[in-house]
Every structure is written in structure tokens, then in C-alpha cells.
């Protein structure tokens, strides 16, 4: 009796030991496993946290208007030579390129349609311009256009429809608009493109990162040179 009894017993501890060595197992396999949902569940909300980083900056422009839109009137055909448009990068953005092998520059009016009216010629970054006429006078020497439609004669309007951009508050020299400078964006029109009265003008600056700034307006009566947009 006593030998069957301890004969049991040590059967009893054999199966405790081998139940304990399962358990630990499976303790064991339970945590790789849940160590990978975990690590697979912060690599996803990184993914996550990534996608939504970049669609924030792609549907906000990295370009603002800095002030009032203004048109340069022709008063005796009532018709605008040109529209200035004041830049800046937006609040908190980046520093933005305007370069024309980077940027297009769209412009639609009631009767025409442009895709792309910047060319290399009319990025102006070797100094700053205090008015307008002076800046767009570079242009001209520069060959983005033909002639100054600033000085508000008929005769002035240039050959093509143009977009020339120029800085009157600036850091340095390259056509890159960072946080504190001031850019300018002017187009000048040829002369059958010129908006006159009640039409709508609309240009669109895009960028190579986030969305196209764009800004509308209607013409009011053209009464004085400067007229104001809005």
C-alpha cells in the first residue's frame, strides 16, 4: 500500500511539472504574439498620423494674399492694363518657391483662358522695387514684355498677356518667398485682354506642394488709374 501510494504521488508531480511548462508556453506565445499586434498597431497609427499630416498641407495653400488687389486703369477705354496682386507665405507655412520652372500662373476672364502666362523672364529677385512702374520697367528690360502698361495710355499695352512677380520686401536674392518677405504679383494685359467693367478676373498661383491659391474678382467702373479690387 505504501509503495502505490507513493507511486502516485510521484505520478501526480510528474503531470503538475509538465502542465506548468504548457502553461508558461502558451504564457510565452501569448505575448510575442500580442507584442506584434502592438507593434503593428503603432506602425499603422504612425501611417495614419503621416497620411493626415500631408493631406493637411496639400489642401492648404502655402500662399496668401497679403493686402488689397488693385488694378492699374486705362480710365479713357474703361478697361484694366494690369491687376496687382500682394503675396506672402501663409501663417505658420513654409518657405514657398516661385520659381516659373516650379510655379504656373493660370488667369481666366470672361473671354479668355490662360493655362500658364510665367515664364523665366518674369521672376524679378536681383532687388527690391518700391512701386509698380519701376518693377515692371524691369521687366520689360528683361524681356518678359514688351511694353509698361503701368503709366495708364493705351499705347502701353505689352504683346502678350503676362505675369511678372517681384519682391518689395526681401532677404536675399533667390526666388524662393520666405516667412517675412513680400512679393508682389502683377499681371499685365495685352490689349484685347484687357477686363473692362462687371468682368470677372481670376488668377491661380500653383505650386508644387499644396493647393493652388486663387483669387477673384469683379471689375468695378474704371474712374481713376489706381482702382481697387478688394
Same mark, same amino acid.
Request: aromatic share 6%; glycine share 6%; hydrophobic share 40%.
Given at each position: 500500500?505504501?509503495?502505490?501510494?507513493?507511486?502516485?504521488?510521484?505520478?501526480?508531480?510528474? =503531470? @503538475?511539472?509538465? &502542465?506548468?511548462? *504548457?502553461?508558461? !508556453?502558451? $504564457? %510565452?506565445?501569448?505575448?510575442?504574439?500580442?507584442?506584434?499586434?502592438?507593434?503593428?498597431?503603432?506602425?499603422?497609427?504612425?501611417?495614419?498620423?503621416?497620411?493626415?499630416?500631408?493631406?493637411?498641407?496639400?489642401?492648404?495653400?502655402?500662399?496668401?494674399?497679403?493686402?488689397?488687389?488693385?488694378? =492699374? @486703369?486705362?480710365? &479713357?477705354?474703361? *478697361?484694366?492694363? !494690369?491687376? $496687382? %496682386?500682394?503675396?506672402?507665405?501663409?501663417?505658420?507655412?513654409?518657405?514657398?518657391?516661385?520659381?516659373?520652372?516650379?510655379?504656373?500662373?493660370?488667369?481666366?476672364?470672361?473671354?479668355?483662358?490662360?493655362?500658364?502666362?510665367?515664364?523665366?523672364?518674369?521672376?524679378?529677385?536681383?532687388?527690391?522695387?518700391?512701386?509698380? &512702374?519701376?518693377? *515692371?520697367?524691369? !521687366?520689360?528690360?528683361?524681356?518678359?514684355?514688351?511694353?509698361?502698361?503701368?503709366?495708364?495710355?493705351?499705347?502701353?499695352?505689352?504683346?502678350?498677356?503676362?505675369?511678372?512677380?517681384?519682391?518689395?520686401?526681401?532677404?536675399?536674392?533667390?526666388?524662393?518667398?520666405?516667412?517675412?518677405?513680400?512679393?508682389?504679383?502683377?499681371?499685365?494685359?495685352?490689349?484685347?485682354?484687357?477686363? !473692362?467693367?462687371?468682368?470677372?478676373?481670376?488668377?491661380?498661383?500653383?505650386?508644387?506642394?499644396?493647393?493652388?491659391?486663387?483669387?477673384?474678382?469683379?471689375?468695378?467702373?474704371?474712374?481713376?488709374?489706381?482702382?481697387?479690387?478688394?
Amino acid at each position: 500500500m505504501n509503495s502505490t501510494t507513493r507511486s502516485r504521488k510521484t505520478r501526480r508531480g510528474v =503531470i @503538475g511539472i509538465e &502542465s506548468a511548462i *504548457v502553461m508558461i !508556453a502558451f $504564457v %510565452i506565445v501569448a505575448a510575442a504574439l500580442a507584442f506584434v499586434v502592438l507593434n503593428m498597431g503603432f506602425s499603422t497609427t504612425q501611417k495614419a498620423k503621416t497620411a493626415i499630416s500631408s493631406s493637411v498641407t496639400e489642401s492648404s495653400s502655402a500662399l496668401e494674399i497679403a493686402g488689397k488687389v488693385t488694378g =492699374i @486703369g486705362y480710365v &479713357s477705354g474703361s *478697361v484694366l492694363n !494690369a491687376t $496687382v %496682386i500682394p503675396l506672402k507665405v501663409a501663417g505658420g507655412g513654409d518657405a514657398v518657391s516661385l520659381d516659373p520652372a516650379l510655379a504656373d500662373i493660370k488667369y481666366y476672364s470672361n473671354t479668355v483662358r490662360y493655362d500658364n502666362i510665367y515664364k523665366s523672364a518674369c521672376v524679378l529677385t536681383s532687388t527690391t522695387y518700391t512701386t509698380v &512702374s519701376s518693377a *515692371v520697367s524691369a !521687366a520689360v528690360t528683361a524681356g518678359c514684355v514688351t511694353q509698361n502698361p503701368t503709366n495708364g495710355t493705351t499705347a502701353s499695352a505689352p504683346s502678350t498677356t503676362q505675369a511678372i512677380v517681384y519682391w518689395d520686401v526681401s532677404k536675399n536674392t533667390n526666388s524662393i518667398l520666405d516667412q517675412g518677405e513680400h512679393a508682389n504679383l502683377v499681371i499685365a494685359y495685352k490689349s484685347a485682354d484687357r477686363p !473692362a467693367q462687371l468682368d470677372n478676373i481670376k488668377a491661380e498661383v500653383v505650386l508644387p506642394t499644396g493647393s493652388a491659391l486663387t483669387v477673384e474678382r469683379q471689375v468695378p467702373a474704371v474712374t481713376t488709374q489706381i482702382v481697387d479690387l478688394g
